[in-house]
């Protein structure tokens, strides 16, 4: 299975600070068909995970131009500038190129 | 409108098995692929499996000898089955369209005699 390993565990910022987290692959995410399906969620407490960024660098609807991802291969970067107030949660990088899909382990962004 | 609901029993004694439906509205299930996903209490989500729009399925390695999805197209309906169920396996298991885009709200199994 590929290993998702998430840094930092634990993101403490400053409400409109900068935050950056990071996602790094066991193998490269870039599948037979060319396209890299890395993706990142937001779960805030007591609700399921929203999608935000899908395949590296895609803005889901609705996503504030705040959260930007990039990366390539194996190594992979959320960045939220401006951090509010709603941005406050849990983060999730996943994984579709390779079955099994895996999860990164999460990192919490908590107000420094 | 999107939606997708999870429902199922909130206590399953050891060695049972589970039985989890999620039901989908405004969206074709015969289009659209649909995974489960838990989350144990304070830990991080897990992929279990998916069932495709053509009724093919894969699952999580590490539970797939447990583990069985299907689906009834006529009710909008995508089943999980898992057997042999353990305390470890108590958590909030989610069902949500492939991509990501769309989740259901959640429900809480616990695990516990």
């Known amino acids: 299975d590929v290993v998702m390993t998430q840094t930092p565990v634990s993101l403490p910022v400053s409400l409109g600070g900068q935050a950056s987290i990071s996602c790094r692959s066991s193998?490269?995410?870039?599948?037979?068909?060319?396209?890299?399906?890395l993706h990142w969620y937001l779960q805030k407490p007591g609700q399921s995970p929203q999608l935000l960024i899908y395949?590296?660098?895609n803005r889901f609807s609705g996503v504030p131009d705040r959260f930007s991802g990039s990366g390539s291969g194996t190594d992979f970067t959320l960045k939220i500038s401006r951090v509010e107030p709603e941005d406050l949660g849990d983060y999730y990088c996943l994984q579709s190129t390779h079955f099994p899909f895996t999860f990164g382990s999460g990192t919490k962004l908590e107000i420094k | 409108q999107v939606q997708l609901k999870e429902s199922g029993p909130g206590l399953v004694q050891p060695s049972q098995t589970l039985s989890l439906t999620c039901t989908v509205s405004?969206?074709?299930?015969?289009?659209?692929?649909v995974s489960w996903i838990r989350q144990p209490p304070g830990k991080g989500l897990e992929w279990m499996g998916v069932i495709w729009s053509n009724g093919g399925t894969d699952y999580n390695s590490a539970i797939k000898s447990r583990l069985s999805i299907s689906r009834d197209t006529s009710k909008s309906q995508v089943f999980l089955k898992m057997n042999s169920l353990q305390t470890e396996d108590t958590a909030m298991y989610f069902c949500?369209?492939?991509?990501?885009?769309?989740w259901g709200q959640g429900v809480m199994v616990t695990v516990s005699s």
């Open positions: 193998q490269s995410l870039v599948h037979s068909n060319g396209n890299t399906y």
């Open positions: 405004g969206l074709s299930l015969t289009s659209n692929s």
């Open positions: 395949r590296v660098s």
């Open positions: 949500a369209r492939i991509d990501g885009r769309y």
